[in-house]
Nanobody, 117 residues
Framework: VQLQASGGGLVQAGRSLRLSCAAS????????IGWYRQAPGKQRELVAG?????????ADSVKGRFTISRDYAKNAVTVYLQMNSLKPEDTAVYYC?????WGLGYWGQGTQVTVSS
């Protein structure tokens, strides 16, 4: 499984960004996929994700502001993270991750999101 993340950037507080994560390869084996982030000096944390089926999970800090969605294509899936009402504390490197049925997790390369006050 290969993951290609994009869409980060520098925005002012209150504005929006949309991140994309294009997954390719043996995507049929993916049972969970989502977005994580890591701010300087902090641990990586789950932001939003799909678990088995269509169940979605969100960090409390982003509920009501971020929305995760996905599109399927042949042997590929793209996961989006729509981020609205961004805050300076959302500043982090955002990573997508896919978990597979064969027990391996795959990470994308990360995309920087910087929110200025």
């Amino acid at each position: 499984v290969q993951l290609q993340a994009s869409g980060g950037g520098l925005v002012q507080a209150g504005r929006s960004l949309r991140l994309s994560c294009a997954a390719s390869g043996k995507t049929i084996g993916i049972f969970a996929i989502g977005w994580y982030r890591q701010a300087p000096g902090k641990q990586r944390e789950l932001v939003a994700g799909f678990s088995s089926g269509d169940t979605t999970n969100y960090a409390d800090s982003v509920k009501g502001r971020f929305t995760i969605s996905r599109d399927y294509a042949k042997n590929a899936v793209t996961v989006y993270l729509q981020m609205n009402s961004l805050k300076p504390e959302d500043t982090a490197v955002y990573y997508c991750k896919a978990d597979t049925n064969w027990g391996l997790g795959y990470w994308g390369q990360g995309t920087q999101v910087t929110v200025s006050s």
